[in-house]
């Protein structure tokens, strides 16, 4: 059954009020001249660390490490990603790279 286009465009005001209102919730709680608690501060230090181990951990987990072939284009893609970073401190640049050289080596040399 095709959707309207009046479904499509309260579909899309559903999804536009819901980003707005969780990107304005950290404001509306912690704005102005209220001290942010301390859970909230150790959070924002943790979590980025903990969210790219699972990252890590979650392409990885299919790995297949019985030939060079199948777990190569990973290793060195992951290499790269960790060389840029120490390189550059950029994590764009580095995540960027490390798919463009991820890609590479799975469509070009490992085929």
Not at 12 to 37: D, Q, S
Not at 92 to 108: K, P, R
Request: glycine share 8%; charged share 10%.
């Amino acid at each position: 059954m095709p959707i309207s286009v009046g479904q499509s465009i309260a579909i899309i005001a559903v999804t536009a009020l819901c980003t707005v209102l969780l990107r304005a919730l950290p404001f509306l709680v912690f704005g102005g001249k209220k001290e942010v608690p301390a859970v909230v501060s150790d959070l924002g230090i943790l979590l980025p660390s903990s969210i790219m181990a699972v990252l890590v951990v979650y392409c990885l987990r299919n790995v297949d490490f019985a030939a060079a072939g199948h777990f190569l284009p990973e290793l060195l893609s992951c290499l790269a990603v960790v060389g840029l970073h120490v390189w550059k401190k950029n994590i764009l640049l580095s995540i960027g790279l490390g798919t463009v050289c991820y890609m590479v080596l799975v469509q070009a040399v490992f085929v």
